[in-house]
């Protein structure tokens, strides 16, 4: 039985499709130039998903997408500039009031303006630090060493912001995250102005257009115009660059660049943005014995991890918890010594087997191969692990500072903000229960050094006690690695939220 | 009557659909505060937060709170982020709209196509054709986008390997954008709706009259006409419903793999972050246009059953 309506509905389904391919065959896959002719342009795909995505700037920022933003929209005081000194910016010095170190005196350039044309305040600045104080618990109490409720006005361009405790590094502590908004913002459903080097011209969250704010106070942009989207997969970021669709694509992973680099697209490394220690729990068998943690050291092959789990971009560590900061010591590498270890677990009482169960899981490229690959190197020294990769949805509020030994992850935040949030007996996250009242008063003595050479040392000598006693295996770090067109220039290559000051980029012709 | 009966009928799976929803993500453990803090924050903090957001009150609470504010139009505000449900939506409905819109035009008349290959055709065609209809739909959708930017991205080089929506801009700037989701998403579904679709044809075509009328010397187009395709209508618009549906869902895959700023990343991220009012309102957005389509079918049947007497 056979009737003829199909067969035309066959024909003409067919036509549909190749009309579709025909029409896609016109576009072409390299089709990028899409900037109105002589504007600067530059396309940003950034790290982000569209439920996390926000317009608060003082709360968590997951999304790196929302952080670019903000660096472009708002002021900071300062942001981290060569060497780890601070570059200010907002403020015109930040000096403390007397040698205690507790009370600073912070002034601002008098010439910014937010982009209603209303000047840039100190109430606007203490404003927006009290709203960052307030939400201490969506960014890890980041300004925790501030006591914002004493702190006040002085003048129309001066505030005096004072700490907890006596606080050196109080300029470093107001770097990058200090987003100013206006007096009185308190709704942030919609996005809110800023005074910052570029304006806000559509969308806002996940996907934005700014344009360059020809009234800012600082070194003009040659950018004119910048779009970020937020693209969660990791390969579509890449891919969006080498088909054109956007001119940077934010932290790829290394097995997208291993496969282009060398093409025509440039790739920026950061140094020391991933870290994935393996935690140990000091307050938990059989970590609690120093003997067992030195030999969990000892047993890591670095440069096979390093090799694997980044694929070579990155650098081996030497279980220093914060390589990538000025204050970080120099110490001779510690290198695998199978021998020693399996000495160690002996003496431990482990002499006949060890069974630990290691957790890993998939939110970053590499964690679980990491935790995978280090049981082999454990197993080596008679160490048997049983390695459980855990859903990411969870693993951050299940695992994550409550199992005893985990793969972690640390993003190149200075030392100062891992003692805070990790180290410090009293710390919201202190992850490997190291709990020390004389190492939290040699922090608090460190900070409360005036001098820098002084407290530099000081500084150092907490975490080379760290690096040899505490809970954290530091195998190596992995670069930050992102891919941009040949055309871009000038795209910041420093550690943690260096990354988020875009302003000063510029396109070659 | 009729149309209030339909129109219950849908209201009461809607309300139905929402309570699994809303119950599957309850079930997920951790909740939006736990995520917003990442570990963060001190049980004390965590607590003040739940409160805040409301999440320390019982889920049935909840979830009678959240219907009937959705009663009255307030699809809230998202746990995580604190920007209105309604705007994150809309935000993302038109490329979800324009994704699944050109997905439909190629769904539509390949099903038609392999139904027809699979229900009609000759019988040594057929058995081949089903074969190969079923194989299709059993292909998960992410292997099939894989596939697609294999051939026609990195071997052929003809279309682009993702989809960025620009910054400001709409799909439709960059039509060859849409080609490989659309067909990531309409090859599986029409599939899927043709091996549905299938039997109906073949059952369509060996019923006693349309015999009686090829033998009564009836010209096939009429035949065709009169006595096969109104038979076919309800289950082609209940498959479509179905299509659409599958097509919808599917977007939570394929708009991922292409960095397609969709109504299904938005899902996905949600869930993710146990921001249940996003979750609810992409969740109970798809099922509308199923629940709709279906009644539809519905009305349709009635309206075009010889059998059913009841005036057009």
């Known amino acids: 039985m056979k009737t003829h309506r199909p067969s035309g509905r066959r024909r003409s389904g067919a036509a549909l499709l190749a009309a579709v391919l025909l029409l896609s065959g016109c576009g072409g896959a390299g089709d990028g130039t899409e900037a109105e002719a002589g504007v600067a342009l530059l396309r940003y795909a950034a790290v982000g998903t569209p439920a996390t995505a926000t317009n608060d700037p003082h709360g968590g920022v997951g999304n790196e997408s929302d952080s670019l933003r903000f660096g472009l929209v708002y002021d900071v005081l300062a942001v981290p500039g060569e060497d780890g000194e601070t570059e200010l910016r907002l403020a015109s010095s930040i000096e403390p009031v007397d040698e205690e170190l507790v009370e600073w005196t912070v002034r601002l350039r008098p010439d910014a303006v937010f982009s209603d044309g209303s000047p840039v305040r100190a109430a606007d600045v203490l404003f927006s ?4 104080e307030d939400k201490a618990a969506e960014n890890f109490g980041r300004l925790g060493m501030f006591d914002f409720s004493a702190s006040e006005v002085v003048d129309e361009h001066t505030l005096t912001v004072v700490a907890r405790k006596p606080y050196a590094e109080v300029p470093r502590a107001l770097e990058s995250v200090t987003f100013v908004v206006p007096e009185g913002s308190d709704d942030f459903t919609e996005p809110v102005i800023g005074s910052g080097p570029f304006t806000l011209v559509e969308g806002g969250a996940e996907s934005a257009v700014l344009e360059r704010n020809d009234d800012w106070w600082g070194p003009a942009p040659e950018l004119e115009r910048v779009e970020i989207s937020a693209v969660a997969d990791p390969r579509a970021r890449a891919q969006a660059v080498i088909a054109g669709q956007a001119d940077v694509a934010g932290s790829v992973d290394p097995a997208t ?23 140990m729990r000091l307050d938990t068998e059989p970590f609690d014995d120093p003997d067992v943690r030195e030999a969990f050291r000892l047993a890591v092959d670095r440069d096979k991890l390093v090799e694997t789990v980044f694929l070579g971009y990155g650098q081996v560590g030497n279980d220093l918890i914060a390589p990538a900061d000025p204050s970080s010591p120099e110490t ?18 482990h002499g006949d087997g060890l069974e630990v169960v290691l957790h890993t899981t998939t939110s970053y490229p590499g964690m679980d191969t990491a935790a995978t690959l280090y049981a082999e190197q454990l197993a080596e020294a008679g160490v048997t692990v049983e ?5 990411p949805d969870t693993y951050w509020t299940d695992v994550f500072a409550q199992e005893s030994f985990y793969t972690g992850f640390y993003g190149g935040i200075p030392f100062t903000d891992v003692a805070t949030v990790a180290l410090l007996s009293d710390a919201p996250t202190n992850e490997t229960a190291w709990r020390r009242p004389e190492w939290d008063e040699g922090f608090d003595e460190a900070l409360a050094t005036a001098d820098q050479e002084k407290r530099t040392a000081l500084l150092g000598g907490l975490q080379e006690e760290l690096r040899d006693e505490g809970g954290y295996v530091v195998w190596g770090t992995g670069d930050g690695l992102d891919l941009a067109a040949p055309n871009v220039a000038g795209l910041p290559d420093g550690p943690g939220f260096d990354k988020m000051f875009i302003d000063q980029v510029r396109l070659a012709d | 009557m009729r149309v209030v009966a339909v129109a219950v009928r849908a209201s009461v799976v809607l309300v139905a659909v929402s309570i699994m929803v809303f119950a599957a993500t309850e079930l997920l453990p951790s909740d ?3 995520v917003r803090a990442g570990g963060g924050a001190t049980p004390d903090e965590l607590a003040r937060m739940r409160s805040e957001a409301g999440l320390d009150d019982p889920a049935a609470q909840r979830y009678l709170r959240w219907l009937a504010a959705m009663a009255t139009g307030d699809t809230g505000t998202s746990l995580v982020s604190g920007r209105p449900v309604a705007a994150l939506v ?19 008349p390949l099903t038609a196509l392999m139904a027809w290959a699979a229900g009609a055709a000759p019988r040594r065609v057929r058995a081949g054709a089903a074969g190969a209809v079923a194989g299709l739909a059993a292909v998960p959708q992410a292997a099939f986008a894989a596939g697609l930017v294999a051939v026609f991205s990195a071997a052929l080089g003809w279309l682009p390997p993702v989809s960025l929506v620009a910054a400001g801009g709409s799909p439709l700037d960059r039509p060859e954008t849409l080609v490989l989701p659309a067909l990531a998403l309409a090859v599986p579904a029409a599939a899927y709706g043709a091996g549905l679709l299938g039997g109906a044809v073949a059952d369509a075509l060996a019923a006693p009259h349309v015999a009686d009328a090829v033998l009564r010397g009836v010209p096939r187009r009429r035949v065709a006409a009169r006595h096969v395709l109104p038979f076919l209508l309800a289950p082609a618009v209940r498959v479509l419903a179905t299509v659409a549906g599958s097509l919808l869902v599917a977007t939570a895959v394929v708009e991922t793999v292409f960095g ?10 949600a869930v993710a972050t146990r921001d249940v009012p996003v979750v609810q309102a992409v969740a109970m957005l798809s099922a509308t246009v199923v629940v709709g389509g279906l009644a539809a079918a519905d009305a349709a049947a009635a309206l075009t059953d010889p059998r059913s007497g009841v005036p057009a």
């Open chain 1, 129 to 132: 630090l009290r709203r960052i």
């Open chain 2, 260 to 269: 397609y700023a969709g109504l299904g990343e938005l899902l996905v991220s």
């Open chain 2, 90 to 108: 809309e935000a993302r409905a038109g490329a979800t709209l324009a994704l699944a819109g050109a997905a439909l035009a190629v769904a539509v």
């Open chain 1, 332 to 349: 001779a590498q510690r290198e695998r010594d199978l021998e020693r270890a399996r000495e160690l677990l002996e003496e431990a009482g």
């Open chain 1, 257 to 279: 660049v291993r496969e282009v680099e060398g093409d025509d697209w440039q790739v920026v490394r950061r140094p020391s943005v991933t870290m994935y220690p393996f935690v």
């Open chain 2, 32 to 34: 939006a505060a736990a």
């Open chain 1, 387 to 391: 390695v459980r990769t855990d859903p």
